[in-house]
T-cell receptor, first 111, second 117 residues
Framework: SQQGEEDPQALSIQEGENATMNCSYK?????LQWYRQNSGRGLVHLIL?????REKHSGRLRVTLDTSKKSSSLLITASRAADTASYFC???????????FGAGTTVTVRA | GAVVSQHPSWVICKSGTSVKIECRSL??????MFWYRQFPKQSLMLMAT?????????EQGVEKDKFLINHASLTLSTLTVTSAHPEDSSFYIC?????????????FGPGTRLLVL
């Protein structure tokens, strides 16, 4: 079942700009993960942030987690055309490692 | 990172036939594999969880006799769509996780696009 909601649904930015997308969820979680999906392909794991963490960085990616608001954000800095993809948040809330995916944000980076 | 493969990447079949999709973890042993279905421009919906050597656990609304899952080894799980119909046309994606804390992350295969005519 899906528990995450993402906004915006779609985002179009110029190369070099930053892209920010948000994810909200409903239940308490063990961790929250962000994935990227290029059109018609599988998912690529970007970052995992645990419930006791507030911020994580990986290259040009920055993820924040606010468990009091049940929300997370993904920031992509200095975007490139290759960042064009759909981005999904997924929450791990149980003992069985099942992931519940948000609806996704489609990011288009214009050259 | 860990690599998961799927085969085939594309399959077109006639209505009524069965289709088998393989999911392999190439460089790690997968304690658990998951099967998802994705419709165009939509998110992933979990279909079932597959643990090596035991029966798969299906999500509510997923017909276990329709979607047969076998997880015969720590590196291979298969999904068989039996008596496929046009409404089964979709993008099927598997994922795999290892054990311990490394198992928090699921690694996804490239997906299999099924078209049933």
């Amino acid at each position: 079942s899906q528990q995450g909601e993402e906004d915006p649904q779609a985002l179009s930015i110029q190369e070099g700009e930053n892209a920010t997308m948000n994810c909200s969820y409903k239940t308490s979680i063990n961790n929250l993960q962000w994935y990227r999906q290029n059109s018609g392909r599988g998912l690529v794991h970007l970052i995992l942030i645990r419930s006791n963490e507030r911020e994580k960085h990986s290259g040009r990616l920055r993820v924040t987690l606010d468990t009091s608001k049940k929300s997370s954000s993904l920031l992509i800095t200095a975007s490139r055309a290759a960042d064009t993809a759909s981005y999904f948040c997924a929450t791990d809330a149980g003992w069985d490692y099942k992931l519940s995916f948000g609806a996704g944000t489609t990011v288009t980076v214009r050259a | 990172g860990a690599v998961v493969s799927q085969h085939p990447s594309w399959v077109i079949c006639k209505s009524g036939t069965s289709v088998k999709i393989e999911c392999r973890s190439l460089d790690f042993q997968a304690t658990t594999m998951f099967w998802y279905r994705q419709f165009p421009k939509q998110s992933l919906m979990l279909m079932a969880t597959s643990n090596e050597g035991s029966k798969a656990t299906y999500e509510q609304g997923v017909e276990k006799d329709k979607f047969l899952i076998n997880h015969a080894s720590l590196t291979l799980s298969t999904l068989t769509v039996t008596s496929a119909h046009p409404e089964d046309s979709s993008f099927y994606i598997c994922s795999a996780r290892g054990s311990g804390r490394a198992g928090e992350t699921q690694y996804f295969g490239p997906g299999t696009r099924l078209l049933v005519l």
